[in-house]
Every structure is written in C-alpha cells, then in structure tokens.
C-alpha cells in the first residue's frame, strides 16, 4: 500500500513551456486534490476532484488544469508555466478521516 | 531553496517541556477538525483529529483542544522531542466533503 505517489520529485521549466504532475492513489479514494504551498502561505488548494470524471475549481485555479479519468489518478496540467508558479506541489487523496499526501513535486520556472 | 516555514509564527521550546500551538479557525458550521505536522522535504502527515461534538480528544503525546466559543483549536505536544521539529497545520473540514481548508502553519523548533 503505497498511499499517495506523486512524480517527478523536482522539475526545472522555462517560461512557457507545460507539464504535467502526476499523483496516483491506491486507496481507493474519492476525493482527490492539489495544493500549492509557498513561504508563509500555507496549502491553496488549485483544483479538486470527488469522484472520477468529476473536477472543479479550488481557490487558485488560473494557469492549471485537472482531470481525473479513473479514481486512481489525478494528473494536475501546467500549460504555460509562468516564474509565479514556482511553488511545491502537493497531491492529497481523502476520506472521512482527512487528507492523505504525497512528497510534493518541487518546480521552479525560470 | 526556501523553506516553507520561512515567515510564520514559531515556538522554540527547549526539549523535555511542553509546547502549545494555537490556531484559530473561520468557519462556525466546520464539524471536524485536523492537525497536520510536515517536515522539512516532506509532505504534511496527520496527526489527531477531533469533531465538533467533543472538545477534548488525546493521543500518545498529543492533545487537541477545540473551543467552539472562540472558533480556536490547540494543539499540545507533551515532552517536546526533537523529532517533533516541524511545521504544524491545522486544518477544517469546511463543507463536509472531505474539502479542507488549511492554516498557514506555525513552526516549531526544539532547542536539544
């Protein structure tokens, strides 16, 4: 039992250029989310999930795309990156008992 | 790189004594309620939980504390240990969904 798995661990990206973050459960969750976290600031969440096939938008969604085609996975999509999404990249996987995280995905975008 | 705990209120407590961090929560109608601790690297990992209906819930050197009143949360961490060196969230479950709204953290370090 694995928990949450998120890749890769670090990435560089230019300004411009997209990726995708990926984040795997196996404990059959439901609700799956993203969060980014920056100094001082806490976790925002960018986009959550209830179900598969099911996304929306959490408190900072601009710049990031989300969809969530099986229960297992829900990759988080940068399309442009811009330096303002430098950050680290947390996944979460939940159930009644609360969140559950992967080791975060560094990114700098320079 | 910067650390996450760079810029948020921190406890320094000398190893062996008791330490208490505080959170105050938004949301009146929030019905369950949660402490994370990250390290450093490290995803945040829970740590007790407790629900609207108590105001007291213990665990192996841990109590949380929750004052409905005053919408405020603690935790304390009895025999501080270095290895409790981390940053501490509380978080709330705000709808009753599993979506949690989380504090900015408090960080704490232990002085051996």
């Known amino acids: 039992n694995a928990g949450v798995t998120q890749t890769p661990k670090f990435q560089v990206l230019k300004t411009g250029q997209s990726m995708t973050l990926q984040c795997a459960q196996d404990?059959?969750?439901?609700?799956m989310s993203w969060y980014r976290q920056d100094p001082g600031m806490g976790l925002r969440l960018i986009h959550y999930?209830?179900?598969?096939?099911?996304?929306d938008q959490g408190e900072v969604p601009n710049g990031y795309n989300v969809s969530r085609s099986t229960t297992e996975d829900f990759p988080l999509r940068l399309l442009s990156a811009a330096p303002s999404q430098t950050s680290v990249y947390f996944c979460?996987?939940?159930?009644?008992?609360?969140?559950?995280f992967g080791q975060g995905t560094r990114l700098t975008v320079v | 790189g910067e650390s996450v705990g760079l810029h948020l209120p921190t406890l320094s407590v000398q190893e062996g004594d008791n330490s208490i961090i505080n959170c105050a929560y938004s949301?009146?109608?929030?019905?369950?309620f949660i402490w994370y601790k990250q390290e450093s690297g490290k995803g945040p990992q829970f740590i007790i939980d407790?629900?609207?209906?108590?105001d007291k819930r213990q665990g192996q050197r841990v109590t949380v504390l929750l004052n409905k009143t005053v919408k405020h949360l603690s935790l304390q961490i009895a025999a501080t240990q270095p290895g409790d060196s981390a940053v501490y969230f509380c978080?709330?479950?705000?709808?009753?969904?599993?979506?949690?709204?989380f504090g900015k953290g408090n960080q704490v370090v232990v002085i051996p």
């Open positions: 979460a996987s939940s159930d009644d008992r609360g969140a559950f």
């Open positions: 404990m059959n969750h439901e609700y």
């Open positions: 999930s209830v179900g598969a096939g099911i996304t």
């Open positions: 949301n009146s109608a929030s019905d369950y």
């Open positions: 407790i629900r609207s209906n108590m």
């Open positions: 978080a709330e479950n705000m709808e009753g969904n599993n979506r949690l709204a």
